[in-house]
């Protein structure tokens, strides 16, 4: 099948129901979900029976008492029936509030009361724990408690004749999604259908996957990436294995025996595939893998490079946030330098503008701030002060991100703001020493960090984990190897510590530099 032969366009629909009502139109029987484990193993759903699922417990939702503009909690599994309650929701014109089954009591009472949510559904008793009990717990703390309700397997269903008219208005705001957690407390970000099928139909654009291919949701569903994902599905047609605890190499079964073609997530996604290969490099890992891809990171050259020759795949990245989920991404189409050293192009309907210190533009090849302007742009956040800060004059969104536009338009991601260290006066990007180090052999992952120094202001540690066999790295291992890379010398790391694994989020496994931080943070230099 060519691509683009089954494709809808995005800008024909203006809320999700409303693409989810094409789609099942369009192709009532071709598969749209995969279960790939946990209960229910193996359960398909088409894009027909999704929308007649999602309609008759919509149904049922409104017997609860949820109407147009209700604010709904949901804390659920990447799982079908999460993925039909959404749309349940969506079809009802409910306000949104998803949240990662990996949040506890800090997190998800902050949510319940920042949102102000009048209602909760939970997954029960999950892999261990109790999330309605903690649900409960919660809501009794709350002024107003929220309703809270089962939502696992299987959902409830009612008469569809009950529920008002489907919403029209796409730029209405349904969804308060969350900052990832790498900070104490997540803030809310507001968005539309309208702007998070303009982000959907980014990746669409990029991957072109077509009906044949068969897709992967191995990250968290109530992370921004589920809708963005969903939609590319729906633009595109094409089903998704949906896995609700994600671990290697116990996933692989799933993978290979739905025939994933298009796998990926984030960059620790990667490298953990990778990991897997090199346990037997003859042996394809999942034999009908023809490309990963995802964002969420930055992806350093090297990684790039290994996924392509050791998996035997294409890898196509992108640059997003929960604020704009997809910025740019790269195509299969795009030269190998470009797909290795850059994150992709942006669509039409995205404009980025790299400025100064001066909030100035810079000219093609000049490190800046990454600014944002465009429909797949959040609102803004819950707290308007939070807004007030994020936007320029013109609009634009102030990302915290560096990076550089090179002459063709391709994006250059050099690091966070934040994570510019300042070692005696000279800036350090932390990500440049990070993607060096990648290149050494006995190093598996990698985070740089800065430290308070006395005398220095800031010294630079690289907090590695090591390959499995390899042999304990040292300090002068490390700089050896960045000094043969060419890198400057004030910017080689004075402290090296190794750990058994990087601590990450539970959404698309970001490291948390804050706590390494705060673990090595007065540990005097390494000599």
């Given at each position: 099948?060519?691509?683009?032969?089954?494709?809808?366009?995005?800008?024909?629909?203006?809320?999700?129901?409303?693409?989810?009502?094409?789609?099942?139109?369009?192709a009532p029987g071709a598969p749209a979900l995969i279960q790939g484990d946990g209960p229910g193993a193996g359960h398909r759903l088409s894009f027909g029976g999704l929308h007649t699922r999602a309609e008759r417990v919509a149904a049922w939702l409104y017997g609860l008492g949820i109407r147009p503009g209700s604010r709904v909690a949901w804390q659920l599994?990447?799982?079908?029936?999460?993925?039909?309650?959404?749309?349940?929701?969506?079809?009802?014109?409910?306000?949104?509030?998803?949240?990662?089954?990996?949040?506890?009591?800090?997190?998800?009472?902050?949510?319940?009361?920042?949102?102000?949510?009048?209602?909760?559904?939970?997954?029960?008793?999950?892999?261990?724990?109790?999330?309605?009990?903690?649900?409960?717990?919660?809501?009794?703390?709350?002024?107003?408690?929220?309703?809270?309700?089962?939502?696992?397997?299987?959902?409830?269903?009612?008469?569809?004749?009950?529920?008002?008219?489907?919403?029209?208005?796409?730029?209405?705001?349904?969804?308060?999604?969350?900052?990832?957690?790498?900070?104490?407390?997540?803030?809310?970000?507001?968005?539309?259908?309208?702007?998070?099928?303009?982000?959907?139909?980014?990746?669409?654009?990029?991957?072109?996957?077509?009906?044949?291919?068969?897709?992967?949701?191995?990250?968290?569903?109530?992370?921004?990436?589920?809708?963005?994902?969903?939609v590319t599905m729906l633009l595109s047609g094409f089903p998704a294995v949906l896995l609700e605890h994600f671990v290697l190499p116990d996933s692989l079964d799933a993978y290979r025996r739905h025939g994933v073609t298009v796998a990926g997530g984030s960059t620790a996604f990667y490298a953990m595939f990778l990991a897997e290969q090199r346990k037997e490099p003859a042996r394809p890992l999942i034999p009908t893998l023809r490309l990963m891809a995802g964002g969420g990171a930055p992806k350093p050259p090297e990684l790039y490079h290994d996924v392509v020759?050791?998996?035997?795949?294409?890898?196509?990245?992108?640059?997003?946030?929960?604020?704009?989920?997809?910025?740019?991404?790269?195509?299969?189409?795009?030269?190998?330098?470009?797909?290795?050293?850059?994150?992709?192009?942006?669509?039409?309907?995205?404009?980025?503008?790299?400025?100064?210190?001066?909030?100035?533009?810079?000219?093609?090849?000049?490190?800046?701030?990454?600014?944002?302007?465009?429909?797949?742009?959040?609102?803004?956040?819950?707290?308007?002060?939070?807004?007030?800060?994020?936007?320029?004059?013109?609009?634009?969104?102030?990302?915290?991100?560096?990076?550089?536009?090179?002459?063709?338009?391709?994006?250059?991601?050099?690091?966070?703001?934040?994570?510019?260290?300042?070692?005696?006066?000279?800036?350090?990007?932390?990500?440049?020493?990070?993607?060096?180090?990648?290149?050494?052999?006995?190093?598996?992952?990698?985070?740089?960090?800065?430290?308070?120094?006395?005398?220095?202001?800031?010294?630079?540690?690289?907090?590695?984990?090591?390959?499995?066999?390899?042999?304990?790295?040292?300090?002068?291992?490390?700089?050896?190897?960045?000094?043969?890379?060419?890198?400057?010398?004030?910017?080689?790391?004075?402290?090296?510590?190794?750990?058994?694994?990087?601590?990450?989020?539970?959404?698309?496994?970001?490291?948390?530099?804050?706590?390494?931080?705060?673990?090595?943070?007065?540990?005097?230099?390494?000599?």
């Amino acid at each position: 099948m060519r691509p683009g032969t089954d494709a809808l366009d995005p800008a024909r629909c203006r809320t999700l129901w409303e693409l989810l009502d094409r789609r099942a139109a369009l192709a009532p029987g071709a598969p749209a979900l995969i279960q790939g484990d946990g209960p229910g193993a193996g359960h398909r759903l088409s894009f027909g029976g999704l929308h007649t699922r999602a309609e008759r417990v919509a149904a049922w939702l409104y017997g609860l008492g949820i109407r147009p503009g209700s604010r709904v909690a949901w804390q659920l599994p990447t799982r079908i029936e999460t993925v039909e309650l959404a749309f349940a929701l969506a079809r009802l014109g409910a306000v949104q509030i998803p949240i990662v089954p990996f949040y506890r009591e800090h997190e998800v009472g902050h949510v319940l009361r920042a949102a102000e949510a009048e209602f909760f559904a939970v997954p029960g008793v999950w892999r261990g724990f109790d999330h309605a009990s903690m649900a409960h717990r919660l809501a009794l703390a709350l002024p107003t408690p929220p309703l809270v309700f089962p939502a696992y397997e299987p959902l409830p269903e009612g008469d569809p004749a009950v529920l008002p008219a489907p919403p029209r208005d796409g730029t209405t705001v349904r969804w308060i999604y969350w900052t990832s957690g790498t900070t104490s407390r997540p803030k809310g970000v507001l968005h539309t259908d309208r702007s998070l099928i303009a982000a959907g139909a980014c990746l669409a654009g990029a991957l072109r996957l077509t009906p044949d291919d068969v897709g992967s949701m191995a990250f968290p569903y109530a992370h921004v990436a589920g809708p963005d994902y969903t939609v590319t599905m729906l633009l595109s047609g094409f089903p998704a294995v949906l896995l609700e605890h994600f671990v290697l190499p116990d996933s692989l079964d799933a993978y290979r025996r739905h025939g994933v073609t298009v796998a990926g997530g984030s960059t620790a996604f990667y490298a953990m595939f990778l990991a897997e290969q090199r346990k037997e490099p003859a042996r394809p890992l999942i034999p009908t893998l023809r490309l990963m891809a995802g964002g969420g990171a930055p992806k350093p050259p090297e990684l790039y490079h290994d996924v392509v020759r050791e998996l035997g795949c294409r890898l196509t990245h992108g640059y997003g946030m929960t604020e704009a989920p997809m910025i740019t991404m790269g195509t299969e189409d795009d030269p190998p330098e470009k797909l290795a050293a850059t994150e992709g192009r942006s669509p039409a309907g995205m404009e980025i503008r790299v400025v100064g210190k001066d909030g100035r533009p810079v000219p093609a090849g000049v490190t800046g701030e990454i600014r944002l302007r465009g429909e797949a742009v959040c609102t803004g956040y819950l707290d308007p002060a939070h807004t007030a800060e994020a936007f320029d004059a013109d609009g634009f969104l102030v990302t915290g991100d560096l990076g550089r536009l090179t002459a063709d338009g391709y994006l250059v991601l050099t690091g966070r703001a934040k994570d510019v260290i300042i070692r005696k006066g000279e800036n350090i990007s932390a990500q440049e020493v990070e993607q060096l180090l990648y290149g050494h052999p006995g190093i598996e992952d990698v985070a740089v960090i800065g430290l308070p120094d006395a005398v220095r202001g800031e010294r630079v540690c690289a907090v590695v984990q090591q390959r499995p066999g390899a042999a304990p790295l040292t300090l002068g291992a490390v700089t050896d190897h960045l000094r043969a890379a060419g890198l400057s010398v004030h910017k080689l790391p004075e402290q090296l510590e190794l750990v058994d694994e990087l601590p990450r989020n539970g959404t698309l496994r970001k490291v948390l530099k804050y706590e390494l931080r705060e673990r090595f943070g007065g540990e005097s230099a390494r000599p």
